[in-house]
């Protein structure tokens, strides 16, 4: 079965930095798409950061120039970094990795960013 697990989170000061990390277990198969979203209490789930159609990028508008969503091997598409700098207090919220192997949609389990003013 696909999971997919997440590592990094935590609690920080605004203006701190945290990376997140999230790898693919369970398959042989690439993803196709694969990212992060985030949802705040009270929020709907948004895209935060994400390889789209392969070696695409989108950004939620909120997080341009201060998150970048990585791969540090690009022979392994499964594995992908979201580091996240300039952090704000409305960044907090639980963050959910994604990814879509072989048409089938695989979350994880999420992991709690908190960032206090």
């Known amino acids: 079965q696909v999971h997919l697990v997440e590592s990094g989170g935590g609690s920080v000061q605004a203006g701190g930095s945290l990376r997140l990390s999230c790898t693919t277990t369970?398959?042989?198969?690439?993803?196709?798409?694969m990212g992060w979203y985030r949802q705040a209490p009270g929020e709907q789930r948004e895209l935060v950061a994400g390889?789209?159609?392969?070696?695409?990028?989108?950004?939620a508008e909120s997080v341009k120039g201060r998150f970048r969503i990585y791969r540090d091997n690009p022979r392994n598409a499964g594995k992908v970094y979201l580091q996240m700098d300039s952090l704000r207090p409305e960044d907090t919220a639980l963050y959910y990795c994604?990814?879509?192997?072989?048409?089938?949609?695989?979350w994880g389990q999420g992991t709690q960013v908190t960032v206090s003013a």
């Open positions: 994604y990814a879509k192997i072989r048409a089938t949609d695989v």
């Open positions: 369970g398959t042989i198969y690439s993803p196709t798409a």
């Open positions: 390889f789209i159609n392969g070696a695409n990028i989108k950004y």
